[in-house]
């Protein structure tokens, strides 16, 4: 069943094997443009990028779903990994008719986005890399940092959130946490599983002993004022990825959306590079 959720975008449900996957699609008028496949970071529903997805031309295909366990996906039945997820991403763009695409990986998405791009190059002919790091092998945040997000209380509660925003975002939130109010309206949390199990898929992974074998082009985005993935470790990607070049804003974690027009003119140029 498909319902429309805004002007451009129709969001379904599919089922890749027994998993019950929430997807969210914006058609593109050019069919023989790029798609891009985006990948959310930790604990975020589709609904979260709607915004960002929205400012795309509209003869960009845009392809986004719910991790399972987060948003409108259903609980998987064991814990899962990268390789696993990676999998199922591939399953699932066979099923929807994609055979390759441009793949767009955010904070925790990031780390995703790297995984299938190694394990399944056939779908994925560009790669862009946002506000993310290698995994387990990073220059880490600060530790007060890292532990309020290794809780999902922000998506559970707004007032948290906003408490929070300063010190976890950085960037305009650090003066402006109001900003994030329609982002806390459209948050929808299932609970506390779903982030655990997310968690748990990125525990011990990292990609710095293989990105230098990545052969698609590849654009690492960052923002100069982030807590939670310093800068350093995008100069780390763009640096082991041979293909890659690498853009700083002036920002912080969540720059992806405070400067969302700004990203996205940046991310249609790239794609639309031979």
Known sequence: MSTIISSKIDS???????QRLHIAIKKGAQTDALPLLIINGIGANVELLYPLI???HDNQTVITFDI?????????????????????ISKLLQQLGYQE????GISWGGALAQEFARKH?????????VATSAGSVMVPGKPSVLLRMATPLRYLSPKYMLRAAPYIYGGILRRKPELLLHHTR???????????FQLLAGAGWTSIHWLHRLKQPTMVLAGDDDPIVPLINAKILARRIPYAELHVFNGGHLF??????EVVA?????LAKP
């Open 12 to 18: 379904s449900f599919v089922n890749v094997g027994d």
């Open 54 to 56: 929205e400012q795309f």
């Open 68 to 88: 399972p366990g987060i948003g409108g996906s259903a609980m998987p039945s064991f814990p899962y990994r990268f390789p696993n997820l990676a999998t199922m």
């Open 101 to 104: 695409v441009a793949v767009m």
């Open 121 to 129: 190059p056939e779908h994925c002919v560009k790669l862009i890399l």
């Open 186 to 196: 459209n948050i929808k949390m299932r609970g506390a599983m779903g982030y655990l």
């Open 256 to 261: 992806v959306m405070t400067d969302a027009e």
């Open 266 to 270: 940046l991310v249609e140029r790239f």
